[in-house]
């Protein structure tokens, strides 16, 4: 069962990666690769070059395990060139699982704080 903690670190591969790789080769690419430690209980995701595929590879107290998805329709990632290793956040992967690829973070709209509470009271009528 997949079941990660939502504080849990993620990490992308930012390279193609063959999908026959297993435990080991995953672990390899974690430890020489990337630099970081497969056993620290974070979550390593790594996506095949047509980007049909995504492999996970994490640590759960008791051993190395490994999940795989594979998209019938749709790709995981538009373009290689603009991806590279970094860590995202568990809402970042579970947009890139469902194939989405945020392009670029939005604050939402925030009306702009006035000196004077009448501007304030002005600008909300002429809404």
């Not at 047509?50 to 995981?76: H, N, P």
């Amino acid at each position: 069962m997949f079941f990660p903690e939502g504080q849990v670190r993620v990490f992308l591969y930012g390279e193609p990666t063959s999908m026959r790789l297993s435990f080991d080769g995953l672990y390899a690419i974690v430890k020489h690769h990337m630099g970081l430690d497969p056993l620290s209980g974070s979550l390593f995701a790594f996506v095949n070059r047509r980007a049909t595929q995504i492999k996970m590879l994490y640590f759960d107290r008791t051993g190395l395990c490994v999940w795989s998805k594979r998209l019938e329709q749709g790709r995981l990632i538009s373009n290689w060139a603009n991806v590279s290793m970094h860590e995202m956040d568990w809402t970042g992967l579970k947009l890139l699982l469902e194939g989405i690829e945020p392009k670029r973070m939005r604050l939402r709209y925030k009306k702009p704080h006035s000196r004077s509470g009448n501007a304030s009271i002005h600008a909300t009528q002429s809404i």
